[in-house]
């Protein structure tokens, strides 16, 4: 019987892959109750960083101050840019307080993956469990995209809705939410691979699994490739080879070994998802003569979009408009867009500034401390491989998705959350894992020593401060 923490997490993100990716309201509201029965089920709270825990106190802090009924002169000192369009009397600063509260509600949520994936990564068993759950999710993430390409080839996974008459309905409609999907999940079946392989000397039961992994692994990371080249995804194609570059020393050991064999492999995998794609790859390659140009909205590039949202932002640069408020304020600086509607700014870095002010920034700045921390080069190269690839392909997942969250909103889709969220909880928990081991053996390491001078009761002494402190 598997434990039910992990029934329940897999449920949540194989269900939602398959059920829209969770941009419904009912796929929202059950993944708010799997995720509330998981933080239930903790018997006690996994440690998080220092950072994380400031972070999260300026959140609730910011968060409250923004819903706050306030009076009209406190609301424009704070939000001088607008003025002219505040209520009088009392009101929060928010100025779309349900956008506010929905995007609390999510966050609170992924708070809750976070802990229960921290929880799941510290056990010897349960950190494959994760990467092996992400590498399903890869997979099917990228048959569904590759089935629904030839109906709509532009719009990699185009899911119409099945009540109500149709329309488009889903999460891939557009091609670069589906690549971060896969920016999130390739990393693991990659990783997965390479243990795999690692493994494969071994004799007897061990290396059969080993190659029924490595296998399988290999079939997801092709397929997952030929699906991001296909759609056609401009930025998911580059920033996954950006972030694949600049944490290849996190995957390699000090010391010099033979790494042909894997530079071999890994071309003729790319070869094989190349193939696969290879009718799609002069689109691809055209595509990215206009990086920056947003499709539907007159002509304006991310640069008009970006100056408008930084306008937006200089209007109330302390707290912000209001958390999740971006779409019902950016009409004072939106540029012509003609009919076009403009809901997101096309950067979730720069809309989360303009929504949440210098003080939100402060906030992502303590999550992100907390988050790089634990990626000490010096540390990672030098431990065991079934802990620094993990650790090596969490690295891949971040740095792509930063990179692409700078020209994009992939984060907005709840799938891509919970996935980057089970990725933050791996590392912490992988962390955790290992200053409970150096803890063991500082302790059986001063055990050793008292026995073997013949002092029990300073052992005994020392056995009870350990105790006491938890470790």
């Not at 937006?312 to 408009?321: H, K, T």
């Not at 540029?335 to 700014?345: D, K, M, N």
């Amino acid at each position: 019987m598997f434990p039910l923490h992990r029934v329940l997490l897999a449920v949540l993100l194989v269900g939602n892959t398959v059920a829209f990716a969770g941009v419904d309201s009912v796929a929202r509201l059950l993944s708010a109750v799997i995720v509330f029965v998981l933080v239930m089920d903790l018997r006690q709270l996994p440690k998080i960083p220092a950072a994380a825990r400031f972070g999260a106190l300026g959140f609730v802090a910011l968060v409250g101050l923004q819903l706050s009924p306030l009076p009209e002169f406190f609301r424009a000192f704070l939000q001088p840019g607008f003025a002219e369009v505040l209520a009088p009397g009392w009101y929060p600063l928010s100025l779309a307080p349900w956008a506010t509260l929905k995007v609390v509600a999510s966050i609170v949520v992924m708070a809750g993956v976070v802990l229960v994936s921290a929880r799941i990564a510290a056990t010897r068993s349960g950190l494959p469990m994760l990467l092996g759950l992400l590498t399903v999710v890869c997979g099917l993430v990228a048959v569904l995209g590759l089935a629904g390409e030839s109906g709509t080839p532009e719009k990699v996974m185009l899911i119409r809705a099945n009540t109500g008459g149709g329309g488009a309905y889903g999460p891939f409609v557009n091609s670069n939410h589906f690549a971060a999907a896969i920016e999130l999940t390739l990393p693991a079946a990659l990783v997965l691979l390479v243990v795999a392989v690692r493994n494969l000397p071994r004799s007897g039961a061990l290396r059969q699994r080993a190659a029924v992994a490595a296998l399988a692994a290999a079939v997801v990371g092709t397929v997952a490739v030929a699906g991001v080249l296909r759609s056609g995804s401009r930025g998911g194609v580059l920033f996954v080879v950006v972030a694949a570059a600049l944490t290849l020393p996190l995957w390699l050991r000090p010391q010099r070994s033979r790494r042909w064999p894997w530079l071999v492999g890994a071309v003729a995998l790319l070869a094989v998802a190349t193939t696969l794609a290879w009718t799609r790859v002069p689109e691809l390659r055209d595509g990215f003569s206009d990086l920056l140009v947003v499709e539907g909205v007159e002509d304006n590039t991310r640069w008009d979009l970006w100056a408008g949202t930084m306008r937006s932002f200089s209007r109330a640069p302390a707290v912000g408009s209001g958390l999740g408020s971006y779409r019902h304020v950016i009409g004072l600086d939106k540029p012509a867009t003609g009919t076009a509607v403009l809901e997101q700014a096309h950067s979730d870095w720069l809309e989360w500034a303009s929504t949440s002010g210098v003080a939100g920034i402060l906030v992502l700045l303590f999550v992100l401390i907390a988050v790089v921390v634990p990626f000490n080069p010096r540390r990672v190269r030098n431990l065991r491989f079934e802990l620094r690839y993990p650790l090596a392909g969490a690295a891949v997942a971040f740095v792509a998705t930063a990179l692409h969250e700078m020209v994009g909103f992939g984060l907005q889709i709840p799938l891509n959350r919970y996935l980057l969220a089970v990725w933050v909880g791996l590392v912490w928990g992988v962390a955790n894992r290992l200053r409970e081991g150096s803890a063991r053996a500082r302790f059986q390491k001063v055990a050793k020593t008292e026995v073997s001078g013949g002092n029990l009761s300073r052992l005994e002494d020392h056995n009870d401060e350990q105790l006491d402190s938890g470790e």
